[in-house]
């Protein structure tokens, strides 16, 4: 794990983030949510901009470019289902391409219908986050990519070794494996199908109205959503929500200013077992977060105005209007992007692979 990359936010750094309007709870106590002035114009400065950045074209790793023969062969491997035991579950099983890369349950099924324990998250601008999986516990989604086929409640595989037997019976996957990986004497190997999955993922962006309005195009947004816009920014939100993800880039506690309802999910806790870590999870990124419910690692909550009012309530210790949640509501779908179709089109996969 590159903990240096794991920023554990405290309350009082998200107090001073909000420019001081919220301040914590004394351990145990609870008071009365405060209420957020309305914005004063829908004008968003070059300040508030600055919070933000527009989506690259591609989120390679720095000093690393996938090859087109990489990419290629990561795309089919997201879509193979003999990578599980049961031939039935691939990564677009849980994380469909066509559904903005998530499954819309509240957990997913895996290896023999199981489910899982916590909710999908979002594939879609994932590749440049600080960490991968709600408790962080995987550094880059080449890592994460092996997980969940060695997971027995997930795609089930008992061990790597029969992940790579199926790839070698493959002719078309040893060609693709040769053409991917050419300076290796043994290009099969269990951590080249991460990097080739990671390389296909790195390729997952969705630009969206926001980023159009963000490089200029006024007319790219409502009033009412350059309204939301701002009341987040006003609100502290962006201590968490920020940068070209609007997340993904630090770990946070849930449940700053009041306690957090009570949830079978301790976090991060159950990856280091330091007390410190109990309830932190990855903040996840907005991108696409209207199409991505429902919500929370649990997928307890189905409405998105749940979510909305219930960070305001516990992370900053706000109530929000009903107006300020629906403008903020608003503001969240110019972050609804454009699915890349021809990238993430369902390959051919090859036969041969089954024994």
């Given at each position: 794990?590159?903990?240096?990359?794991?920023?554990?936010?405290?309350?009082?750094?998200?107090?001073?983030?909000?420019?001081?309007?919220?301040?914590?709870?004394?351990?145990?106590?609870?008071?009365?949510?405060?209420?957020?002035?309305?914005?004063?114009?829908?004008?968003?400065?070059?300040?508030?901009?600055?919070?933000?950045?527009?989506?690259?074209?591609?989120?390679?790793?720095?000093?690393?470019?996938?090859?087109?023969?990489?990419?290629?062969?990561?795309?089919?491997?997201?879509?193979?289902?003999?990578?599980?035991?049961?031939?039935?579950?691939?990564?677009?099983?849980?994380?469909?391409?066509?559904?903005?890369?998530?499954?819309?349950?509240?957990?997913?099924?895996?290896?023999?219908?199981?489910?899982?324990?916590?909710?999908?998250?979002?594939?879609?601008?994932?590749?440049?986050?600080?960490?991968?999986?709600?408790?962080?516990?995987?550094?880059?989604?080449?890592?994460?990519?092996?997980?969940?086929?060695?997971?027995?409640?997930?795609?089930?595989?008992?061990?790597?070794?029969?992940?790579?037997?199926?790839?070698?019976?493959?002719?078309?996957?040893?060609?693709?494996?040769?053409?991917?990986?050419?300076?290796?004497?043994?290009?099969?190997?269990?951590?080249n199908v991460g990097r080739a999955i990671?390389?296909?993922?790195?390729?997952?962006?969705?630009?969206?109205?926001?980023?159009?309005?963000?490089?200029?195009?006024?007319?790219?947004?409502?009033?009412?959503?350059?309204?939301?816009?701002?009341?987040?920014?006003?609100?502290?939100?962006?201590?968490?929500?920020?940068?070209?993800?609007?997340?993904?880039?630090?770990?946070?506690?849930?449940?700053?200013?009041?306690?957090?309802?009570?949830?079978?999910?301790?976090?991060?806790?159950?990856?280091t077992r330091q007390p410190a870590d109990?309830?932190?999870?990855?903040?996840?990124?907005?991108?696409?977060?209207?199409?991505?419910?429902?919500?929370?690692?649990?997928?307890?909550?189905?409405?998105?105005?749940?979510?909305?009012?219930?960070?305001?309530?516990?992370?900053?210790?706000?109530?929000?209007?009903?107006?300020?949640?629906?403008?903020?509501h608003a503001w969240l779908r110019t972050?609804?992007?454009?699915?890349?179709?021809?990238?993430?089109?369902?390959?051919?996969?090859?036969?041969?692979?089954?024994?």
């Amino acid at each position: 794990m590159r903990a240096k990359f794991l920023i554990p936010v405290g309350a009082a750094v998200v107090a001073a983030a909000c420019g001081g309007g919220a301040k914590p709870a004394a351990q145990g106590a609870v008071s009365a949510a405060k209420t957020l002035p309305p914005v004063e114009s829908s004008v968003v400065t070059p300040a508030e901009r600055s919070l933000f950045g527009a989506l690259p074209a591609r989120m390679d790793a720095p000093g690393e470019t996938a090859t087109g023969a990489q990419i290629a062969l990561g795309r089919t491997l997201y879509y193979e289902t003999v990578l599980s035991e049961g031939h039935d579950v691939s990564c677009n099983s849980c994380h469909a391409l066509n559904g903005y890369g998530a499954d819309g349950r509240r957990v997913s099924f895996g290896h023999k219908g199981q489910l899982g324990s916590r909710n999908a998250p979002t594939v879609y601008n994932a590749a440049a986050q600080v960490a991968q999986f709600w408790d962080g516990r995987s550094p880059s989604v080449e890592a994460q990519a092996k997980g969940p086929i060695l997971n027995p409640a997930e795609m089930g595989m008992p061990d790597s070794a029969a992940v790579l037997a199926h790839l070698r019976g493959s002719p078309q996957y040893r060609a693709e494996f040769a053409a991917a990986f050419p300076d290796e004497r043994d290009p099969i190997s269990y951590d080249n199908v991460g990097r080739a999955i990671g390389a296909f993922e790195r390729g997952l962006v969705t630009p969206s109205r926001w980023d159009r309005f963000l490089q200029g195009d006024s007319s790219a947004i409502t009033e009412q959503e350059r309204r939301g816009a701002k009341t987040f920014v006003a609100a502290g939100c962006t201590a968490c929500h920020s940068g070209t993800y609007v997340g993904g880039q630090v770990m946070q506690k849930a449940g700053l200013v009041h306690p957090w309802p009570a949830s079978a999910d301790s976090g991060r806790y159950a990856v280091t077992r330091q007390p410190a870590d109990l309830m932190v999870f990855k903040v996840p990124t907005l991108r696409n977060v209207e199409m991505t419910g429902p919500y929370f690692s649990d997928g307890s909550v189905a409405s998105l105005d749940t979510p909305i009012a219930m960070m305001g309530r516990y992370q900053l210790g706000l109530q929000f209007t009903p107006a300020q949640i629906g403008d903020i509501h608003a503001w969240l779908r110019t972050l609804t992007g454009e699915i890349p179709v021809t990238y993430v089109a369902n390959p051919p996969l090859p036969a041969g692979t089954g024994f």
